[in-house]
């Protein structure tokens, strides 16, 4: 928390030194056009679910996920979930929840990001502290890792009792949506069709344990890296499959030269966009 609110007070002081010359972000609705932080705030209101796309060491998002999370505990019953946390850690998480266990003791046995502590602790605190449900949503990384390499035929071998961290078999896989067809273009010679298979059981996977929690008069709000949901695709391609009846709202980061006007290339990328100046420091 300490190195949380260090960040936040870097944050200030860059947004103070920048207001003469240009602002650290921006924040944009599909068209472009420039909206306020109500508007962000109104917006995640009105879904049922809210995939928060994030660059990982962006201050900027992760300061506006806490915000928004905020905002949303006062609006009605609330889930959060992220992608940060893998679903075989779920058992610790909620110990750490209910107060079983302190930040060092799921620090040792979960395998948590390395910006878990600066990024991601505030909001799992946040669930804590207004006793909220933190849904660990992100598929083993063994999995994944083992799917990048074999394809999907590497589950078959995943013990019954371990499926229940992973999204129902067989997963679903589209490899002409676009996102996964860009990911492998820009790994260029090291690109397989398994890896988009990888991506695809992870965005599979965050989109079924969303479904199982979501539902109309209980919000869930999801932190993911952007890549999972942006243009509705990854995540959201899953969840129309799963719970078309639930209104999903969308979130982007993404990182510019200049902030004053959203890129061509990000329209369209979701509901809200947070532009943010490249220049600014990363959290780790």
């Not at 909206?35 to 992760?62: C, M, Q």
């Not at 995943?158 to 002409?176: G, K, N, Q, S």
């Not at 890896?195 to 969303?210: E, G, N, P, R, V």
Request: overall charge neutral; proline content about 5%; aromatic content about 8%.
């Amino acid at each position: 928390m300490r190195r949380f609110i260090a960040n936040v007070l870097l944050l200030a002081l860059t947004l103070t030194a920048s207001a003469q010359a240009r602002p650290a972000y921006l924040l944009f609705n599909a068209k472009g056009k420039k909206v306020s932080h109500e508007t962000l705030l109104r917006t995640a209101r009105a879904g049922d679910i809210v995939l928060f796309g994030e660059e990982h060491d962006n201050p900027i998002a992760h300061w506006l996920q806490l915000l928004v999370a905020r905002d949303l505990v006062t609006q009605g019953p609330l889930i959060m979930g992220g992608e940060m946390i893998e679903a075989d850690d779920q058992v610790d998480l909620d110990r750490y929840l209910r107060g079983e266990m302190d930040q060092a003791g799921l620090d040792t046995l979960a395998r948590l990001w390395k910006n878990h502590r600066s990024d991601y602790a505030p909001l799992v605190d946040l669930a804590k502290e207004k006793q909220l449900p933190f849904v660990a949503c992100n598929v083993p990384r063994r999995y994944a890792r083992a799917v990048s390499k074999g394809g999907f035929q590497a589950l078959d071998t995943v013990p019954e009792i371990e499926r229940a961290w992973i999204a129902p078999l067989p997963i679903a896989f589209d490899p002409t949506l676009p996102g996964y067809v860009k990911m492998l273009t820009l790994m260029g010679d090291h690109a397989s069709p398994q890896m988009a298979m990888a991506q695809a059981l992870k965005d599979a996977t965050m989109a079924h344990f969303i479904a199982q929690h979501a539902r109309k008069g209980r919000r869930f709000l999801h932190f993911n890296g952007s890549f999972h949901s942006d243009y509705q695709e990854g995540i959201g391609w899953y969840l129309d499959r799963a719970r078309p009846e639930l209104k999903r709202v969308t979130i982007a980061t993404v990182s510019q030269e200049q902030v004053n006007r959203l890129d061509r290339e990000h329209l369209g990328r979701a509901d809200i966009i947070i532009c943010v100046d490249a220049a600014l420091p990363g959290t780790h």
